[in-house]
């Protein structure tokens, strides 16, 4: 994002925010060399989240995945859909705010468990003791459905 005024190209971030639309993220930003602020408006997945495995593989971020991990851990608990997209949009915004463009699948889980722990403590345990390094889904859906 190239500053309007001087063209410089580095920029730091000072207000993120969803559009009215939800279908971008409307940014303050403010250009490192002459201070100038300008908004811009950066269409969601324009710069795609990379998910670095611990084994060192990696994998595009995936909301749906994230999600569907969440709820599953929430399972019969009293925490709402909505309540787990919020944690989610949160940990999204965080992320966008940092201007991330990868993360360590261990520093989401991570991300996920401060929010958790908040939210509820059997789904905080649920998560932690199973999915402590987000490495496979299905395999964390499997072991949580056999706790029951
Ligand atoms: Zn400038």
């Known amino acids: ?29 403010e250009c490192l060399d002459c201070g100038r602020r ?9 710069n795609p989240l990379v998910i670095v495995k611990s084994d060192g593989s990696s994998e595009a971020y995936n909301r749906e995945k994230l999600f569907r991990g969440v709820l599953i851990a929430c399972a019969k608990r009293p925490i709402s859909s909505e309540q787990i997209a ?16 990868e993360i360590k699948s261990k520093d ?8 958790l722990r908040k939210l509820d403590d059997v789904a905080y345990v649920r998560f932690a003791s199973v999915y402590k390094d987000f490495q496979n889904i299905e395999e964390f859906a499997t072991a949580l459905e056999g706790l029951d």
């Open 38 to 46: 300008f908004t811009t408006y950066e269409r969601l997945g324009d």
């Open 108 to 115: 989401l889980g991570e991300m996920v468990l401060a929010r």
């Open 1 to 29: 994002m190239r500053c309007p005024s001087c063209g410089y190209a580095e920029s730091k971030v000072v207000d993120s925010r969803p559009s009215e639309d939800g279908a971008s993220i409307r940014r303050r930003r």
């Open 86 to 101: 919020i944690l989610i949009d949160d940990i999204e915004l965080e992320l966008r705010n940092d201007m991330r463009s």
